[in-house]
Each structure stands twice: as structure tokens, then as C-alpha cells.
């Protein structure tokens, strides 16, 4: 019977200790791309910039409300400007008194 060397016992022992490592650290990346860890780190990242944001946005318009009305009715007039168009282009149909109509028809007959 071969008795192992003590430097064989060693890097045997090594071996099993990396082994251990390499299963901890797999299991720890298992657990950190679980689709369930991956959604509540997202969620809470989202809302903390949410939170900063809006706070920031409080200050600027704080110290700037005449710009903060400004991009305001800017983004108003982008969002209406379809229906704005057709209000200040419709034509009027009808004809102007005293321009067409039944009574000018008359006087060409």
C-alpha cells in the first residue's frame, strides 16, 4: 500500500478547500441572478433615482419658476399642437353676407 507523500496530503487539501470556494462562490452568483433578486434590485434602484429626481426637480423649480412654466407651456403647446393647428385652420364653409349665395344668384338670372 502507497502511503501519500505529505506534499500530495497538501495539495489534496488544497484542492478541496478551492472546490469549496468555487461552490460558494457559484452558489453566491445563483443567488444574486435569481430573476426574483434581479427584479427587487431593480425595482429599488428605480426608485431611489426616482426619489433623487424628484427632489432635484423641486429645487430647480424652486429657484426657477419662470423656466419651469416656461418648459411647462412648451410641452403643453408640443402635446396640443395637432388640435391648436386644426382650431387656426378651419375654413369658414359658409359665404360671407352679401358675397354668393341665394341672393346673388338672383341678380345673375
Known amino acids: 500500500m502507497n502511503v501519500p507523500s505529505p ?8 484542492v478541496r478547500r478551492a472546490r469549496a ?6 452558489q ?13 434590485e431593480t425595482v429599488s434602484g428605480v426608485r431611489e433615482h426616482a ?11 424652486r429657484k426657477r419658476p419662470g423656466m419651469v412654466a416656461g418648459a ?22 359658409r359665404p360671407a353676407p352679401g358675397v354668393g349665395g341665394a341672393a346673388q344668384e338672383k341678380d345673375e338670372q
Open 21 to 26: 470556494r468555487f461552490a460558494d462562490t457559484a
Open 72 to 93: 411647462g407651456a412648451a410641452a403643453a403647446l408640443l402635446l396640443l399642437r395637432r388640435p391648436l393647428a386644426r382650431l387656426f385652420s378651419r375654413k369658414d364653409t
Open 7 to 14: 506534499e500530495l496530503a497538501a495539495a489534496a487539501a488544497e
Open 51 to 61: 426619489a433623487d429626481f424628484a427632489q432635484n426637480s423641486v429645487e430647480v423649480a
Open 28 to 40: 453566491i452568483i445563483q443567488d444574486r441572478l435569481a430573476p426574483a433578486n434581479l427584479l427587487e
